[in-house]
Nanobody
Framework: QVQLVESGGGSVQAGGSLRLSCAAS????????MAWFRQAPGKEREFVAA????????YYADSVKGRFTISRDNAKNTMYLQMNSLKPEDTAAYYC???????????????WGQGTQVTVSS
C-alpha cells in the first residue's frame, strides 16, 4: 500500500507559477514510478508527466512540455511538479499516482492521491 497526499494547488494568474508536491507514505517510495494527471470538469483524466523510480527518466504530455518539470526526492518520499507559464487551460484538479512503471494511462495506476485544485485566470 502507498498513501499519497498532494499539496501546493491554488489560484494564479496566467503566466504565473506553482509547485505541486506529492508526499508518499507506506511501502518504499523509491520502488515506484510516479506520475501527475489532471482532470477538468466534464473532461477525462489526462496524463501530465511521469518519472521513473530513480528520477533518471521523465515523460511529459505535449501540452506541458517546456513549461512543467517533474522531479522527485526519494530521501523525502516526495514528488514535485514545477509549473511555469501557466495558462487558463491548465485549470484542473491535479492528482499524483504511483505504480512500478511510468505509464501514461491512468487506468494503469493503482495508487492515487485525493487531488489538489489549480485555477489559472486570464
Amino acid at each position: 500500500q502507498v498513501q499519497l497526499v498532494e499539496s501546493g494547488g491554488g489560484s494564479v494568474q496566467a503566466g504565473g507559477s506553482l509547485r505541486l508536491s506529492c508526499a508518499a507514505s507506506g511501502r518504499t517510495f523509491s520502488s515506484y514510478a510516479m506520475a501527475w494527471f489532471r482532470q477538468a470538469p466534464g473532461k477525462e483524466r489526462e496524463f501530465v508527466a511521469a518519472i521513473n523510480w530513480s528520477g533518471s527518466s521523465t515523460y511529459y504530455a505535449d501540452s506541458v512540455k517546456g513549461r512543467f518539470t517533474i522531479s522527485r526526492d526519494n530521501a523525502k518520499n516526495t514528488m514535485y511538479l514545477q509549473m511555469n507559464s501557466l495558462k487558463p487551460e491548465d485549470t484542473a484538479a491535479y492528482y499524483c499516482a504511483a505504480d512500478p512503471l511510468p505509464y501514461t494511462r491512468p487506468t494503469k495506476y493503482d495508487y492515487w492521491g485525493q487531488g489538489t485544485q489549480v485555477t489559472v485566470s486570464s
